[in-house]
């Protein structure tokens, strides 16, 4: 490029100012010549700007400099080298001396101190220049904005040539950022103050810094309703409280400032001042902190003893300890004895306080003497040895007899917070130990008055659960101390159950054998070997509670295998031949909680990840299988053993399944390679060992012929294969064959929703783990299943319906995890939409299909993939587009039906953007007759209302067509279910939220007029809703 072709470049911008001759200087666009290529050069651009550079007129020069600095802006940084910077650098410098040119010579210089080229003589001849010439208080926002980045890169880049400026950059500093204003300025230069004062000697200027920063606290900024910068007050308040708490040169300046804000300030300037002050104290150290001890405590103790609210009385008690913390911080530890100061001062004002425990300061004042024992290690052995021997010499006074269980409660805190001091200060030791036989002797008296027993009980909790705090001996004197209240004062066990069973709970995790000796006979000794009457509600009540405390004392792996035996022991005996009750119902519901109780422990123990739980696949699995089996052999038609009972079936389905999920794949194989080999060879003996004798005869689940007491017996199996990993072998050569056989024995065989839904769920695990040996099943179902079962008008309703479910497994089996022909199968529901028998089936099975359930689980080894998104992206503009085709009415509500069950099954982000043209759709599913749907729409709707607005609501312009539904729906005599009243009620109540009052005001007597006539609905729960909503 020719000194011409830059000459009329530079003419046509100072005529018109376009962009494109700036890009054609710098990166030759649409020719290729440019600055960067080397056929022209900055200077020769320079050169034939002189007389614009140099103009007389104000407007051609100011234009002159801006384009150089557009130049400079787009150039590579490589292109410029140290003596151009330097030159350019001069050059800028001359023109912040012109008024008319400051803007555009600050726009260069903010490219230029950017660069890796730019020396620190520069940077002094910079930060010199803006001192001199610049003055902010004359420029605009963004403007300003430019003078402090140039700092900020100086400050980032340069710091030692500034820190040479001493006094000259500091005072011209602060003359250039004085008086700021403007939020989007304030958060650079908050960032610059924050620097220097950490790394620039102030010691000259603390007075002045100071004022430059605390003018600005408290923030008291409110964002203005367009908020350009998008800046909070969060943002600066934050920034300004690293400047406060830069230096400890501030601290005796700025105390004096935070105590007049607490005693004068807002609520949030109040919180502001406490939350600073929390990071400002260690910065301004120990000298500041104990020269200012006594006037902040009496300031803070303020804020706890009368606060304002619960978040100001909690951030109170923060600084009070930063400010035991600083003070007690430095040096070495001093004797407990010999401390003084706040900490003593404040020790003893507290004590003076629990003079009267019973009073409610009382228990703000132990609150903060707790909050002391996680401070320094001696403040924390002096605050307890002052505080725990005063309550304990308090409780065993009897002219306090009165205040006692006060006392407790107190002394519970107390050993509380020292038990939880041990993780935040090195006392070392425990603090508790000197006081221990004080406190113990305390407490296991607190057990013997009804009174005192429930804080007595947290005492003694907070000690047990202090590591290495109690002997052994003493622990088995505590065990034996709460037996005697469940032996001898049964009445006040009832009445504090709860706290019994959480301190042995407690002490079962440390010394299980103390409850298993001591303690767990007394529960087994109280559980009948017969199950009461139908009319003894009073003796089965007593056996839950029993069995209730079990469950809560049992999970320790010791304790967990003797209940394991003593209840299976009752079990078998309970449900055994000779056992023959004129009423099989009692005995059933005892069975049924004696299994419950070992699901809800062995629930917790894999939620914990106890190891010892896969050895129960021998020692309660089989045990369970034994019984089963052994019932459905010797059961006849005439005589039904209760093991046969179906609900007794379920409850030991989740117990197998919780056992084999923990098992390792290995182990898992091999049971899993017996059990399946049981299932199709009907020799069900090696997976039955137990009490009783299985008989020799083969029990075919699948068979047809089987009796439906044996078939029943599929929940079993299916339990043991819900939690198969991926890779194990089961030992089956065919699983095409015995998958058809399940298949058919789902459609055509099973009697009763337990065998219809085992046999599915067997089929989806299959599916799910195995369905690379599964190609010619897939193939079956495709080619023959849907259309002799699905889709085949002569089969009964029931049967199509069921075939329908199988079909939705099948269809989840696959699409978890995201095998090729799962939209296929998940797609072919739609093809039955026309079918008025089965499309309603057909429908909401749709929204079933990536609905969460307990099978298909990654704790139950499922292969699994993120799946849920892309279904829904998949089907849900079909089905909108199907909702609003009204060419056929029949398949436009099945759309509408599956529109609401698919919306319910899955996250709001995941049909977030699809929301206003669902609103009208949804709204029509509100008419349909099926309780459910309606139930569906409505919960939506209060899914789409999480995060609403007025301002931004999608229903407003819909809120008389929803007001109007939802009360029809609330009321009894128009809605048979509660379910569906209580979540119309709900929606009714989330309305004014999410409706702007004027446009919601129109119906407000109508609606409070229908929702009086609610409080007359049958059920509780209604009516407390109803109450709600109004």
């Not at 001069?90 to 008319?100: I, M």
């Not at 099954?905 to 309606?934: C, F, H, M, N």
């Amino acid at each position: 490029m020719d000194s011409n072709s830059t000459e009329r470049l530079v003419r046509t911008w100072m005529a018109s100012k376009r962009e494109e001759e700036v890009v054609q200087i710098v990166a030759g666009r649409p020719l290729p010549t440019h600055i960067t290529a080397g056929t022209t050069t900055l200077l020769n651009v320079v050169k034939v700007s002189g007389e614009y550079l140099t103009s007389d007129e104000n407007q051609i020069r100011l234009k002159g400099v801006e384009l150089l600095s557009l130049i400079l802006e787009r150039l590579p940084p490589a292109t410029l080298n140290r003596p151009t910077t330097r030159t350019l650098v001069g050059f800028y410098c001359n023109k912040l001396e012109d008024s008319e040119t400051i803007i555009p010579a600050l726009q260069g210089l903010e490219t230029l101190v950017t660069l890796s080229n730019f020396g620190g003589p520069e940077a002094s001849t910079v930060a010199e220049a803006i001192i001199r010439h610049v003055k902010t208080k004359a420029l605009t926002q963004s403007h300003r904005f430019k003078v402090y980045t140039i700092i900020d890169a100086l400050i980032a880049n340069h710091r030692d040539c500034l820190k040479s400026m001493g006094l000259k950059f500091l005072d011209g500093y602060v003359s250039l950022v004085e008086g700021e204003k403007d939020p989007r300025n304030l958060l650079v230069v908050f960032a610059i103050d924050k620097v220097i004062l950490i790394e620039f000697d102030i010691s000259e200027r603390v007075q002045t810094f100071y004022d430059l920063v605390f003018c600005y606290f408290p923030i008291s900024f409110r964002p203005p309703p367009n908020n350009p910068g998008g800046i909070t007050a969060d943002d600066l308040r934050l920034a300004l409280r690293q400047c406060v708490a830069a230096t400890p040169s501030f601290g005796t300046l700025a105390i004096p400032h935070f105590l007049d804000n607490l005693v004068s300030g807002s609520r949030v300037a109040k919180r502001d001042t406490l939350e600073t002050l929390t990071v400002a104290l260690p910065i301004y150290g120990p000298a500041v902190a104990r020269n200012f001890a006594r006037t902040l405590w009496n300031s803070l103790k303020l804020e706890v003893f009368q606060p304002v609210d619960h978040p100001t009385e909690e951030q109170a008690v923060i600084v009070i300890q930063t400010l035991i913390k600083t003070i007690y911080s430095e040096g070495t530890e001093t004797l407990d004895d010999e401390i003084q100061g706040l900490a003593r001062n404040a020790c003893e004002e507290c004590l003076q306080i629990l003079q009267e425990p019973e009073k409610s300061k009382a228990k703000v004042a132990t609150r903060l003497l707790c909050s002391f024992m996680t401070t320094t290690p001696s403040v924390s052995r002096y605050t307890a040895s002052q505080a725990i021997p005063h309550l304990t010499k308090l409780f065993v006074n009897p002219d306090e007899a009165t205040s006692r269980a006060a006392t407790l409660i107190l002394l519970a805190e107390f050993i509380e917070a020292a038990r939880d001091s041990s993780s935040h200060v090195d006392t070392g030791g425990l603090l508790l130990a000197p006081y221990k036989d004080d406190i113990l002797g305390v407490l296991t008296s607190g057990l013997k008055a009804h009174n005192l027993l429930l804080p007595a009980l947290g005492g003694l909790k907070g000690l047990i659960t202090t590591k290495n705090l109690l002997s052994d001996e003493e622990l088995r004197f505590v065990v034996h101390s709460v037996n005697e209240v469940i032996q001898d004062h049964p009445d006040q066990f009832e009445d504090t159950r709860d706290g019994v069973l959480e301190l042995l709970a407690s002490i079962s995790d440390v010394a299980p054998s103390h409850i298993q000796e001591l303690t767990l006979s007394l529960f087994f000794s109280a559980l009948p070997d017969d199950a009461p009457p139908r009319d003894s509600v009073e003796q089965r009540v007593q056996y839950w509670k029993n069995l209730s405390a079990l469950e809560a004392l049992c999970t320790h792996p010791q304790l967990f295998e003797t209940l394991v035996i003593r209840l299976s022991t009752k079990l078998e005996l309970l449900c055994s031949p000779s056992h023959h009750p004129k009423d099989n119902e009692p005995s059933a519901a005892y069975a049924h909680a004696i299994l419950k109780t070992l699901a809800n422990v062995l629930t917790v123990k894999v939620i914990k990840g106890h190891t010892d739980v896969p050895k129960y696949i021998e020692r309660l699995v089989s045990r369970l299988f034994n019984l089963f089996v052994y019932a459905a052999l010797h059961s006849t038609e005439e005589t039904h053993l209760i093991a046969t009972d179906r609900r007794l079936l379920d409850v030991s389905a989740q117990i197998i399944t919780l056992v084999v999920r923990t098992t390792s794949e290995r182990r898992q194989e091999a049971y899993l390679k017996s059990l399946f080999l049981a299932f199709t060879t009907g020799d069900v003996a090696p997976i039955s060992e137990g009490h009783f004798k299985v008989p020799s005869e083969r029990l075919l689940v699948l068979d047809p012929k089987t009796p439906t007491v044996r078939r029943n017996l599929i929940v079993l199996f299916t339990a043991a294969i819900i939690p198969m990993h991926k890779n194990v072998d089961l030992g089956i050569s065919d699983l095409n064959a015995l998958s058809e056989e399940v298949l058919y024995y789902a459609v055509r065989v099973a009697e009763n929703e337990s065998q219809r839904t085992s046999a599915t769920n067997f089929l989806a695990v299959l599916l799910n783990r195995k369905v690379l040996g599964l190609s010619q099943f897939l193939q079956t179902l495709q080619n023959k299943f849907w259309s002799d079962e699905v889709a085949n008008a002569a089969r009964p309703i029931a049967s199509r319906e069921v075939a329908v479910s199988i079909w939705t497994w099948i269809s989840k089996a696959l699409l978890v995890q995201n095998h090729p022909l799962a939209f296929q199968f998940s797609e072919r529901l739609f093809e039955v939409f026309e079918d008025t028998n089965v499309n309603w089936s057909a429908a909401k099975a749709v929204g079933v299909i990536p609905k969460n359930d307990d099978v298909l689980t990654k704790q139950n080894h499922a292969v699994k993939i993120l799946y849920a998104q892309k279904y829904v992206n998949k089907v849900l503009p079909r089905t909108i587009a199907g909702a609003k085709d009204s060419s056929n009415p029949e398949k436009q509500v099945a759309h509408l039906v599956a529109l609401s069950s698919l919306i319910k099954s899955t996250p709001k982000a995941t049909y977030a953007s699809e929301l206003p043209s669902l609103v009208p759709l949804l709204i029509r599913g509100l008419e349909l007759p099926d309780p459910q749907i309606r139930n569906n729409v409505i919960e939506t709707f209060l899914a789409a209302a999480e995060g609403d607005s007025p301002e931004k609501s999608l229903i407003s312009e819909h809120a008389s067509t929803l007001v109007s539904a939802m009360l029809r729906n609330c009321m009894a005599s128009d809605m048979p279910s509660p379910k569906v009243r209580i979540s119309a009620l709900k929606y009714l109540g989330r309305l004014p939220g999410i409706i702007k009052s004027e446009v919601l005001n129109r119906y407000k007597s109508q609606v409070l007029l229908d929702l009086g006539k609610v409080l007359d609905d049958p059920k509780r729960s209604v009516r407390k809703e109803a109450v709600d909503a109004r």
